[in-house]
């Protein structure tokens, strides 16, 4: 089973939650690693932890890249592993747009986002022996369900057409009109 987490290495995005966790995790999974330290600010040594594992091998740090579509399409899982509530969860999306379900922390936008057992797997923040249980129990027939359900749920909730339907219904009941285009004059001397 591969495992996929992207994001910067800031201290509050659950990089030592994770390690933690994958130091116990069975020899069956493998974690790629996306993302490098912020450019300001408190961040978390990626590499150093890594390699303090007994099974650092499992692990790939590809580092930061451009686009990470081509990175989820090729796992069967994202984690997002934060220490502190994200206010939304943009990773998430992208995951479950591609059909992959989503391991993350029990708290902000993801909490909201993930539905636990359906799209993905729910566990508290900080806590690295639920999450490293969460990992080691996943079977592959449960994570295909997950997957197939986090699909339905983009193609419910989040895909472009939905927010435009959401807004023009925000719009329309608050009577806000959308501006008329005006044509623009040319004034000839």
């Known amino acids: 089973m591969r495992l996929l987490v992207a994001s910067r290495w800031n201290s509050w995005k659950g990089y030592a939650t994770l390690i933690n966790a994958w130091g116990s995790v069975g020899l069956n999974k493998s974690l790629t690693v996306l993302g490098g330290p912020p450019p300001s600010g408190e961040s978390t040594d990626v590499p150093a932890l890594v390699s303090q ?3 650092a091998e499992a692990v790939c740090i590809v580092g930061q ?3 990470i579509g081509a990175y989820i ?5 994202v984690i997002i592993p934060s220490d502190a509530p994200e206010p939304f969860g943009l990773v998430a999306i ?5 059909g992959r379900p989503v391991i993350a922390s029990n708290g902000g936008g993801l909490a909201k986002i993930v539905d636990h057992g359906r799209t993905g797997w729910l566990f508290e923040m900080r806590d690295h022996r639920q999450l490293a249980q969460i990992i080691d129990e996943l079977t592959i027939p449960e994570v295909t369900s997950a997957g197939k359900n986090a699909r339905s ?8 057409a939905v927010f435009i339907d959401r807004i023009e219904k925000v719009l329309t009941k608050t009577n806000v ?3 008329k285009r005006r044509a623009l004059r040319c004034n000839s001397r």
């Open 94 to 98: 992208e995951a479950f747009a591609r």
């Open 73 to 77: 399409d090729q796992a069967d899982i």
């Open 177 to 179: 009109r959308r501006p």
């Open 153 to 160: 749920s983009y193609e419910m909730d989040y895909t472009e």
């Open 53 to 55: 594992l007994p099974n």
């Open 65 to 67: 890249v451009d686009d």
